[in-house]
């Protein structure tokens, strides 16, 4: 976790309000345009060499960046909050006046990864006996998965065993990247922000997760010999998951609660499988219905016919193929497609394919022979060709 959910140490001690000179309730309208004007007003192009206003413009676009994101405002609004009240008690100037005595394996365990701010704070700066607020339940992550199953599965439905990977942190050093047993210091690269800003061409800077500690604020002189430094690990686990019947090629199923747990007694959250469906031998997919090319020969299209036809799943059905049926006409078997979600049944569409022998034997060329002079003169392609051309 490069960002501990987003949350800046160094928030507590800047006031993205004051620098971007507007209230604290300043609608995002407002914020917009207060950041535009200091940001023209103080952009390096049009003041060069001029160091105080290249770094009031870094300020500028920091303040900017949490400001006028909806969700960083309302984490920055907060930690100011929280800290405001004096419930952690941490010492004044911040994150990197404060280097020792605070329990580097909680601040980046899971329960603080996914906790409410309380925890966050209490584990920082060593007061977790003055935490004020209990931890909050937090609902666990989406998952994302994908599934190939066979196409009468997806007729069906099917129930499937899924294993899923997630990212979790290193088991060995709690996701600190450092060899445990061996204490951290605070990241000389950032100073412990944790980012660094950087231009991003033109009028535009941003903040970038520091490359030297990874956003984690401290670095180890050595690194955790599991992985090597990241704090990155992965977990695995298996699980059924039902897909229901009548599912579509490309459909994203979502199986309720069955996505990475929650903490602090928070729900589970859901798990979207992306599923893939095979081809069959014979039968295709229309949505709800299936589709069936079936051959026929020229008198069966001619004079009529009845064709014994499969079905999926159940017995064949007989087609009844009128006389004079064009290549190509699709037949409606109602009730033998694909199960619908309200639990009926799409229908199987049945088109004809009307073949020409590749070989005749001589009774059957005589037959085709006499058929030919019995119909000769009738001007099949007349409509090709426009009036008095040949
Ligand atoms: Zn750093
Ligand atoms: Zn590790």
Aim: proline fraction near 6%; charge should be positive; aromatic fraction near 6%.
């Amino acid at each position: 976790m490069s960002t501990n959910d987003g949350i800046r140490a160094d928030w507590t001690t800047k006031d993205f309000y004051q620098v971007l000179g507007v209230s604290k309730d300043a609608g995002a309208d407002e914020i917009k345009k207060a950041y535009r004007k200091l940001a023209r007003a103080n952009h390096p192009d049009s003041n060069p060499g001029d160091q105080a206003k290249h770094d009031r413009f870094k300020q500028v676009a920091e303040a900017y960046d949490v400001l006028g994101d909806v969700e960083k405002r309302k984490k920055y609004d907060e930690v100011r909050t929280a800290y405001a009240s004096g419930g952690f008690g941490f010492p004044q100037g911040g994150f990197g006046s404060g280097s020792g005595g605070f329990d580097v394996g909680d601040m980046f365990g899971d329960r603080v990864r996914q906790g409410g701010l309380g925890d966050m704070f209490g584990d920082l700066f060593g007061n977790r006996g003055r935490t004020t607020a209990p931890p909050r339940p937090q609902r666990g992550a989406d998952v994302e998965t994908s599934a190939t199953i066979g196409f009468t599965d997806a007729i069906d439905g099917v129930t499937i065993s899924l294993r899923l990977t997630s990212d979790a942190p290193c088991p060995t050093c709690s996701g600190t990247g450092g060899k445990p047993g061996t204490k951290p210091h605070i990241c000389t690269e950032c100073e412990g922000a944790g980012f660094v800003v950087v231009s991003a061409g033109g009028a535009f800077s941003m903040n970038e997760t520091c490359p030297a500690c990874g956003g984690r604020q401290l670095v180890y002189d050595e690194a955790c010999p599991t992985c090597h430094g990241s704090g990155r690990g992965s977990s695995s686990r298996s699980i059924q998951a039902r897909i229901p019947a009548g599912v579509k090629d490309g459909q994203r199923i979502r199986l309720k609660g069955k996505g990475a747990a929650g903490t602090n007694g928070g729900p589970a959250g859901d798990l979207f499988v992306a599923v893939k469906v095979g081809p069959h031998r014979v039968f295709g997919r229309a949505g709800d219905n299936l589709t069936l090319d079936v051959p026929v020969s020229f008198d069966e299209a001619a004079l009529g016919a009845e064709v014994r036809i499969p079905t999926l799943g159940g017995p064949p059905v007989t087609l009844k193929i009128p006389a004079g049926t064009p290549n190509g006409r699709t037949f409606r078997v109602r009730g033998k497609g694909a199960m619908r979600r309200d639990g009926t049944k799409g229908d199987l569409l049945a088109t004809v394919q009307v073949q020409v022998p590749g070989k005749l034997d001589s009774t059957a060329r005589e037959a085709v022979e006499a058929y030919r002079a019995a119909t000769a003169g009738k001007p099949l392609r007349a409509n090709l060709f426009e009036e008095g051309s040949a």
